[in-house]
């Protein structure tokens, strides 16, 4: 694998046809793995002269913020600087000048900034509902699995088994268990096929590491935050909300509350967040598990405009469906309200409703300049892109809401609420895992709390 990708980034230096194998915008563990092993495999079984380069789909300074990826490739020995990145490759060049194939891995429907590229894509490999009227006109292959590393595993394995080295088999089999929650048929994340697979490539090779060992270490890198600046840190995993001119971030934090507040320069730092971003208000979630293993949430409003802060915190604090039972912790600094979160049940899924709630409030209690629209609700990226358009820069988060319209139903095998699925297969977030985690932790606690009456 390693010797592959150096030859690609060679590649890049010639003026030649490219067959670009590109993961989603994401660029998580699975679609970064799975764009990395299907074309490495296809560069050494094609029988056409083509040249195959796997493209992470995002710029190179976002790699930090995908810890479990800058984990594994640091495990497995693929130096980040061999990989090629979205902003090291003018797709769109290529492609004017007739020189561009694509294939899709772990997506099927390209955002409106590469609607260009259509024309392009020579085969689909995902793992999510198809979207026919979204999906380019060519070979399409969707199996609804828990990895799309599975599904390029078995492409492998069926294809030829002899190119896989152990390298790329490392970083197959981790992603797949990564994916899965362990293969935990509790989670139900794991079908038939990731499990075959996974099986099959430990009978391969022997040597890889326990499932249980690799699973804990990318899930702890996953969490890992402890590298990271506080502007890293606040777009790991990031929504933003947007009403009438008002535009606020809703970051999770995977750190406990007192920690990031004891940050050096936090407050400048935030107010720098903002200003870069025309972030009117910062709402931090900070998410953990404490020594009992039991899961917390904690609530950071950083705001230097008073009338939005109290509107936000008098919706956050008064709030019964849900009540977040918040404790004010004392704050120095007065565009800064921090709160201990009572009830963990919380999640930063279920406060956007307030937020955007107390954007209402806010924007009802101030004069709204006539003819301006009415753009409520969660941003998708259309709405990214229009305020970048307007002069403002605007850095997506990992969990930023993609264009991809609704999809249909799903079986119920993902880590997200509300299942059966509503919107796909979802990535696997950080934050989804802690929610499942949660659930779970809460719930042994409950059935311990039984058998001792």
């Known amino acids: 694998m390693e010797d592959f990708l150096q030859g690609c980034r060679a590649a890049l230096q010639e003026s030649q046809p490219l067959h670009v194998v590109l993961g989603n915008e994401a660029c998580d563990l699975d679609s970064m793995v799975s764009a990395l092993a299907l074309a490495f495999y296809l560069a050494k079984t094609s029988e056409a002269e083509e040249v195959f380069i796997p493209v992470l789909n995002i710029k190179r300074s976002e790699l930090p913020l995908r810890g479990d990826n800058v984990f594994f490739l640091q495990k497995i020995q693929i ?210 598990f404490n020594a009992h293993n039991e899961p917390e949430r904690q609530l950071a409003i950083f705001c230097p405009h008073a009338a939005l802060r109290m509107t936000i915190c008098g919706v956050l604090e008064h709030s019964h469906s849900p009540a977040l039972q918040l404790t004010p912790v004392p704050s120095t600094h007065p565009n800064l309200q921090a709160y201990l979160q009572g009830n963990t049940q919380v999640s930063r899924k279920k406060l956007l409703p307030l937020l955007q709630e107390a954007l209402s409030a806010y924007s009802d209690s101030t004069k709204i300049p006539p003819g301006q629209p009415d753009t409520a609700g969660v941003s998708r990226e259309q709405v990214d892109k229009e305020a970048d358009r307007a002069g403002n820069s605007l850095i997506s988060g990992l969990s930023q809401d993609e264009e991809d319209p609704p999809l249909p139903p799903t079986p119920m095998n993902s880590l997200v609420d509300e299942c059966p699925l509503d919107q796909g297969l979802p990535k696997l977030s950080a934050e989804a895992v802690f929610e499942k985690c949660s659930q779970i932790s809460l719930s042994q606690s409950a059935t311990a709390s039984r058998s001792t009456k």
């Open 79 to 288: 130096p980040e600087a061999i990989l090629i990145f979205r902003d090291e490759i003018d797709l769109h060049e290529l492609h004017q000048a007739g020189q561009l194939t694509l294939t899709l891995v772990d997506h099927h429907v390209l955002p409106k900034s590469d609607a260009a590229l259509e024309d392009a894509v020579a085969e689909v490999l995902d793992h999510r509902p198809i979207e026919q009227k979204h999906c380019p006109p060519c070979h399409v292959s969707v199996e609804l699995v828990g990895s799309c590393a599975t599904l390029v595993t078995e492409r492998i394995l069926q294809g030829a088994p002899e190119v896989l080295d152990r390298q790329t088999a490392a970083l197959l089999h981790g992603t797949i268990i990564l994916d899965c929650v362990n293969m935990d048929p509790k989670i139900g994340k794991a079908t038939l096929k990731d499990n075959t697979y996974v099986e099959k490539l430990e009978a391969l090779f022997p040597d890889l590491p326990k499932r249980s060992d690799i699973f804990d270490s990318l899930q702890k890198a996953k969490f890992d935050v402890s590298g990271l600046t506080t502007e890293q840190m606040l777009r790991k995993d990031q929504k933003t909300i947007y009403r009438q001119g008002t535009k606020v971030a809703i970051s999770a934090v995977y750190m406990d509350l007192e920690a990031f507040l004891q940050r050096s320069g936090l407050l400048v730092d935030l107010s720098a967040f903002c200003q870069a971003h025309s972030y009117d208000a910062l709402v931090a979630m900070t998410i953990f």
